[in-house]
Structure formats: structure tokens, C-alpha cells
């Protein structure tokens, strides 16, 4: 039996009442439901406070750089396809930084679980607007107001017909944790988009203003992609959580010729294949 | 009878030179000569001129010459470019539609040979093979296997225009460009690429990923189209930075990972290298060089990007870098490098250009049971609890486990970390991991491959190069004339040792830096790296700014 105590307890750096706290909740109780030990995933993260969640738990841990996180991750997944391997980051680091290598592991549908610690906001470098604040938005780096139109990471996921496409709210720890095993369960790319406060930084989406708004859609099918489409569209006074789209595209790695194994490191260059090889030279 | 020919071919892309060019190359290789390819093409995929120099000798042949024996045009421009190079008595090959006179020429009629278009090349190589006295079987050889994975029609079809091609040329009565015998064995054709490749292939590489610019996208797109059989991952990625995250992320795995980019694909890539030297991730960075600033002359060469791979990454940590001069010491440095990279847990780079990239060579086959396997990562450890990925070692180097494999945690950080891989901003430990990683430069530097020296006990003037100049000098110095001057040659270009050139250097009456650039970026380094140590540093690196009082500590005023 793995209980989340086996994921360990640590001290954090981050601000008391940040959302963070709540989905390293989340993730810890969604991996001990799984029966998953803590040596058998692999989390990948960038930079940023989101970021460092990989630290505050028990896992195998890559933390790369700023808005890379997927690349490397994907790197993993290919070298060990048997590997559990989740991606943590914030809106900044995934969308922003990394935009194009989150569009890329859209359409290669590699399977990786993506958890986007969402706040709107750039949380490390104290307080920027990120991809994802609202137009208008008022932050010390954009005193006017934010003049971009946010990105709408839930929608553009589902256009693309990502594998498994879902919004969560760190205020609903188990409704979370659930959807993260999902998530790992899905095969291919899978996204969580995570709405996060930081009580810090981001006085406009606070933890009222999410609980307000969160409401859990009834009836929605989640294999009807223009349904999907509208409700990934849907922000404002209401904003639906849990899963909003699931594709049946096979995983890449699943694609993959490992002829040998499908641990890459075991691959050792037979002798007499090289040698084949060479002559094709002469 | 000739002993040494220079022959090129010179057309639009999409005619087909570098096919007959190839398939010549192959027979004269089979034949038993020496070739020395030298390519040379401009950045568009139809038109423009393109060029397939080869040149062919008895003796070694080790780098391009200007003069032509003969001119093979597949159009108008290639004579007007190149008959200034024409020897006396050399012959220029052409069809009869373009236009030239003057002596020494000789129409092939491309289009009655061949059925059809397809086939021209074909007619090039027969007329070409009769011209140098190439005994028929051979290229009829090259044929059936470079076509007899196709239907046997295609085979049988093509050994008819070879043989039409052949009959022609006979009936033209020419043999004063026959090349005399040899009975040297036949070696491989391969260009600098290959080298790395099949380098690459012995050492065991897994995984590689890549973003294609020329002239290395040939390295992953052959990985990928000869390594399935031995289960080698090759994705070209969406940008040279998810490149080279991703060869890192497959590292970390546990995977044999390379990358292969040019300078302005490099350029991006060095937010990875700085993180392969933070994370003490193995990883062979392979870097063609050619001319920038930008995007340059994408098709033509230089070594102009010593000093970005020198300093590519933020921060400090050790690498070393490799600089083949020809295809066999591409292959033997490629190895070396991945395991190096293994043994130092870092990059390591080799650095290539477009001249040798795509230069084809006479090689002999290497020797393949010389290659042992670099060391791999491991997969146990006896008290999982006690693992810790950046255990303080005396040589630096920690112990290297694959993730998920047992109950152990394998922590890997870019941010500053505590032996266990999570992150810190305690100095104290930023200072013993700087120190830690650093040290690791000894294992680079205890086989750091010293230059080759060719020539002469004591020399009047002396050739210092490095990487892909190494044919060019050497035949410079044949032709200076016996006992005048020496080269020089570095196969490694970072780190360096001075006991390995200090003496020879000094010795000489003179010595002349030959290389690929404007700003002489290696003769410069070294001349750097020549002066005498000097102890008298006071070093801070743990994170604070120097001050008065660190600085007076440390300072011997007595
Ligand atoms: C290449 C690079 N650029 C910029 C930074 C500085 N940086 C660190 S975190 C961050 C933004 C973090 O925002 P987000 O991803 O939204 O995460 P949060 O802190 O809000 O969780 C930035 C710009 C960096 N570390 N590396
Ligand atoms: S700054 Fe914001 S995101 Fe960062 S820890 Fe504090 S509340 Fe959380």
C-alpha cells in the first residue's frame, strides 16, 4: 500500500495561502490512489515557484530551465516510455517561454501528463503579467493595464485535439487529484490547466474570485469535441472544470521502432550490425 | 597514363551531378585509387551552380586543387566559371546543346544515350569510367548495388546506357586520361558526416535530436534512416532548443545522446549546454561549422565558431572540444567524445565545417572491435536511501544512476542543488559544487589528445591547424619541397596541455597559423594558453560580491 505520507513532507518557499500548496495536495494523493511509488514517476519541471513543486515531494526530478521543461520531459519519455512522467509549470514557463514546445507536444502527443499551475500572473519574478492575464489587467510591470489578450490554454489545447484536455481549481483538492489520475491514466499528451491564487502578487483572480466562478458542467461529454470547443471557450462569470476533452490518438511512443528494448540505455550496438552497416559504405 | 586526375562537375541543382559524382567516386574507390570530393553547392534546391570536384590519385590525395584535367558541364555557366582552371591538357565534357570551342572538347550526346532523362547520369559515369581506363565490371558494379534493391529491370536498364555510354567513348578513341594501376585495397566512401555517424553508431548512441541545418542535418536524417536495426531514436524536434533539451532529458534517462547543428542553431542551444554543465548530464554536442555572422553563407565553410562553442553556456564548468581533420579521425574522436562526456558527465563537443562534413575520402574500414562501449549509467544501488545524485567525490564525479529503475531517487537540478539534487541557496554548498564541477576539468585533461606533428626532426617553418585544415597543410607541405616545413595539428582545441606543443613551437624557425577565418581564432587561443601559469589569483565564487576585507585575506603582503 503507498500512502501519501510515503511522498514525504518538506518545508517550502512558498507564501502561506498560495495555491501551490493545494495541488502539491493533490498530486501527492493522486499518485498514492494509484498505487504509484514515488521512484516510479519522474517529474520534469521549469523555473518559476510552480517549478519547484517537484522538490517538495518524493519522485525522481528534473529541473530544467525556464519554459523547457517539456522538451527535456520529452527527451525521457523517449528514452524510457515506461516511465511515469508528469511536467510542472507555471502559465509563464509553458506558455510563455516554452509556447512553441507546448504547441509541438500537442501534435507529437507524447505521453506526458502536463500540470500548469495557471495564476495569471509571473510569481518568481514578482508580479509581470503572464500569457494568460486578463486584457486590462493592472501589474507593476504594466501599470496601464495589461495591453495583450490573454491565451486561452484550455482552448487552444482542445482545437488542437490534445489527447486529454482539463481545467482544474486548486480549491478542489480531491475534484484535482482525481483528474490528475486520469490525466496519467490517458495515454498521449495530456493537460491540466490549473487555476492557482497567489496571494501575493495577484489581486484581481483570488482564491474567492476562482471559487465564485468554478462550476462543474453536468451532462458534458467530453469525447464530443465541438462541445468541448464551447465550453473551453467558456470564462467570465462561470468557469467549468474537470475534463473537458478526450481524444483517441494513439501515444508517440507508442509509435516508436524500439526493436531491442524499450529502455534506450540497454541498446548496445551489435558487432556484427555495425560492421552490415559499414560495408554499406564500400 | 596519369597518376593523379582533378575532375569536376559542374551544373544546376537538380541535375543530378552529385549522383554521377557519387557513383564515379565509389568506382574510382573500388578501383583502388585515392580520392579526395570536394563539393561545393548554393543554398536553393533547383538551378544556380553547383560543383562535385574529385580528385583521384595513384598516392594519397589529401585536399582540394584548383586545376582541372577534366571538365564535366551539364550546363552553360559551368565553362564559363571554369575553363580558367582548364589545364593545358584537359578536356572539357559536354553536351552538345552547350557551347564552346576551342581545343580539348568532346561532346557526349547525354540525350541518345539516355532513354530518357533519368538515365543521364548514368551515361556520365560510363563515359566517364571508359576516359579513366576503369575496368567496366566495376561500375557495373556500383549499379547493381546501388540499384538492386529495385526491380531487376531498373538494374538491367541502367547496365544497358552504361554499356552504351561505354561503347561511345571507345569508339572515341581517347586514352590519354587513363589512370595508371594501383593495387591498393579499396576502403570505404565517406565524407566527414560519416565518420561522425558511424563514430556515433560504435560508441552506442541512442538517442539524437536535431532541427535541420546544413551541413548537419545529414547526421540525424542517416542515424535515422541506417540505426533502426540498432535501435537508435532519432526526433527532429520543433526548434534547436527543444534539441537540445530533449538529447539532455534522454541523457538523464540514461540514453547515449547527441545533438548535430551548425553555428546558428548552436547559437540557440547554448541555454542547454549551460544546463548539460549544471545537471552533469552527458552529452555530444556535434557543431558543422559555416561562415556567419547569421544565417552567413549557409553552404559554404569556415571555421569561424571556435571561440561561440569555446564559451557557449553561462556560468563555469569544464567541456571539451574535438576537431576532426578527416573522416577517419571523425570517427575516432566521435567515439572518444561520447565517452568522455560519460566519464566528465557534461558536453563535449566535436566541431566540424562543410568542407569536411561534405568532403568524400578513401578510408580504410575501421577497426571496430577496437571500440569498447563508453561507461553507462547504473541501475542499483545498495541503500536507496543513502543515493545522492551529486555525492561529493574526490574527482568530482558522482555516481550516475538511470531513474525508476530501482527504489532510489534520482534528483537532477539546474538551479544550484545539495549533493542530493535539490535546490539551495546556501554558499556554502554553492561553493563545494562549483569546486566539484570544476574539478572534473582533470579527468578532460588527463587524456587531452595531443597535436600530431608531421615532418621533420627540425623545421625552417611551421604549419599550426587544426580540424578540417589538415589535408590542405599537409599537401603544402609536400609541395614546398622536402625538409622545409612542418604542421602542426590539433585534434583537440579545448582544453589544452603546453607540454604538448611548447617546445615544438618554440623550436622552429617560424611558425604560421593556417585557418578557416577572419580573425584567427584558435592562433589566438593558443597564444594565450602559452603563457606560464600564474598563481596569483584571488577567486571568489560563492555568490557574494568581493570585498576589501576577502581580498586582503587572501593577499600574502608580508
Ligand atoms: C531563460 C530565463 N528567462 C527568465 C527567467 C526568469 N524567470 C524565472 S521564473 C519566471 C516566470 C515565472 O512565472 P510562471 O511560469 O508563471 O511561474 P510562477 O512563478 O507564477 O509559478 C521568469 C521570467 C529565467 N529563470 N530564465
Ligand atoms: S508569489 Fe504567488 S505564486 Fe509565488 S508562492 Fe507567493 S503566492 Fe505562490
Known sequence: MVSVDDYGDFETAWCPGCGNHSILKAVKKALASMGLEPHESIFVSGIGQAAKSPHYLKANVFNGLHGRALPAATGIKLANPRANVIVQSGDGCNYGEGGNHFLAAIRRNIGLTLLAHDNQIYGLTKGQASPTTTQGHATKAQPGGNPSAPFNPVAVAVTMQANFVARGFSGMIDHLADLIVQAINHPGFSLIDIMQPCVTFNKVNTFAWYKERCYEPQGHDPEDWEQAIRLANQWGDRIPVGVIYRGTRPAFEQTLPHPTNDLLYKNRPARDVLKEIMNVYS | ?558
Open chain 2, 1 to 558: 597514363m596519369r597518376r593523379e586526375l582533378n575532375i569536376l562537375i559542374g551544373g544546376e541543382a537538380g541535375q543530378g551531378l552529385v549522383t554521377v559524382g557519387e557513383l564515379l567516386t565509389k568506382a574510382l574507390i573500388r578501383s583502388g585509387y585515392n580520392v579526395h570530393v570536394c563539393q561545393g553547392y548554393m543554398s536553393r534546391i533547383r538551378g544556380g551552380h553547383n560543383t562535385f570536384a574529385v580528385r583521384a590519385g595513384v598516392e594519397r590525395v589529401l585536399g582540394p586543387v584548383s586545376k582541372i584535367d577534366i571538365l564535366v558541364a551539364l550546363n552553360q555557366e559551368t565553362i564559363t566559371l571554369h575553363k580558367g582552371q582548364m589545364r593545358e591538357d584537359g578536356l572539357v565534357l559536354k553536351d552538345k546543346e552547350i557551347e564552346m570551342e576551342g581545343d580539348g572538347l568532346l561532346e557526349i550526346p547525354f540525350k541518345e544515350l539516355a532513354p530518357s532523362p533519368l538515365f543521364e547520369n548514368v551515361v556520365g559515369l560510363g563515359f566517364l569510367s571508359a576516359l579513366l581506363g576503369l575496368d567496366k565490371a566495376v561500375p557495373q558494379g556500383c549499379i547493381k548495388d546501388i540499384f538492386g534493391k529495385k526491380k531487376p529491370e531498373v538494374v538491367e536498364k541502367n547496365l544497358d546506357v552504361l554499356e552504351a555510354a561505354y561503347s561511345f567513348a571507345r569508339k572515341q578513341g581517347i586514352q590519354s586520361h587513363n589512370l595508371a594501376r594501383t593495387d591498393q585495397k579499396p576502403g570505404l566512401m565517406l565524407t566527414g558526416n560519416d565518420g561522425v555517424i558511424l563514430g556515433a553508431m560504435a560508441a552506442g548512441v541512442n538517442f539524437c535530436s536535431y532541427y535541420p541545418m546544413t551541413p548537419s542535418t545529414g547526421i540525424p536524417m542517416t542515424l535515422n534512416a541506417k540505426g533502426k536495426s540498432l535501435g537508435i531514436v532519432v526526433e527532429q524536434a520543433e526548434d534547436e532548443i527543444a534539441a537540445i533539451n530533449m538529447a539532455i532529458g534522454a541523457s538523464y534517462a540514461g540514453a547515449r545522446s547527441m545533438v548535430a547543428t551548425s553555428g546558428g542553431g548552436f547559437a540557440l542551444m547554448c541555454e542547454g549546454v549551460s544546463l548539460a554543465g549544471m545537471t552533469e548530464t552527458p552529452i555530444v554536442i556535434v557543431v558543422g561549422q559555416r561562415p556567419g555572422p547569421a544565417t552567413g553563407l549557409p553552404t559554404r565553410t569556415e571555421q569561424g565558431d571556435l571561440n561561440l562553442v569555446l564559451y557557449s553556456g553561462h556560468g563555469e564548468f569544464p567541456r571539451a572540444i574535438f576537431a576532426p581533420g578527416n573522416p577517419e579521425q571523425g570517427f575516432d574522436l566521435t567515439v572518444r567524445a561520447f565517452d568522455l562526456a560519460e566519464r566528465s558527465q557534461g558536453p563535449v563537443f566535436v566541431l566540424t565545417d562543410q568542407y569536411l562534413a561534405d568532403s568524400y575520402r578513401n578510408v580504410p574500414p575501421f577497426d571496430l572491435s577496437r571500440v569498447k562501449g563508453p561507461a553507462s549509467p547504473g541501475d542499483s544501488w545498495p541503500d536507496p536511501q543513502t543515493y545522492q545524485r551529486y555525492a561529493l567525490t574526490d574527482d568530482g564525479v558522482s555516481p550516475r544512476l538511470v531513474p525508476t529503475l530501482g527504489p532510489y531517487l534520482v534528483v537532477a537540478d539546474s538551479d544550484e542543488h545539495y549533493p542530493d539534487g535539490h535546490i539551495t541557496e546556501d554558499l556554502e554548498v554553492r561553493t563545494a559544487m562549483t569546486e566539484k564541477r570544476l574539478s572534473k576539468e582533470k579527468i578532460i585533461k588527463q587524456d587531452v589528445v595531443p597535436p600530431d606533428y608531421y615532418g621533420p626532426d627540425q623545421v625552417q617553418t611551421l604549419l599550426v591547424c587544426w580540424g578540417s585544415t589538415l589535408g590542405p597543410a599537409l599537401e603544402a607541405q609536400g609541395k614546398a619541397g622536402k625538409n622545409k616545413v612542418g604542421v602542426l595539428h590539433f585534434t583537440q582545441v579545448w582544453p589544452l596541455d603546453q607540454d604538448h606543443f611548447r617546445e615544438r613551437m618554440g623550436s622552429a624557425g617560424r611558425v604560421v597559423f593556417v585557418e578557416s577565418n577572419a580573425t584567427a581564432q584558435f592562433a589566438r587561443l593558443l597564444e594565450r594558453e602559452v603563457v606560464p601559469d600564474s598563481k596569483n589569483y584571488i577567486l571568489r565564487y560563492d555568490g557574494l560580491p568581493l570585498d576589501a576585507e576577502y581580498i586582503l585575506a587572501r593577499l600574502d603582503l608580508s
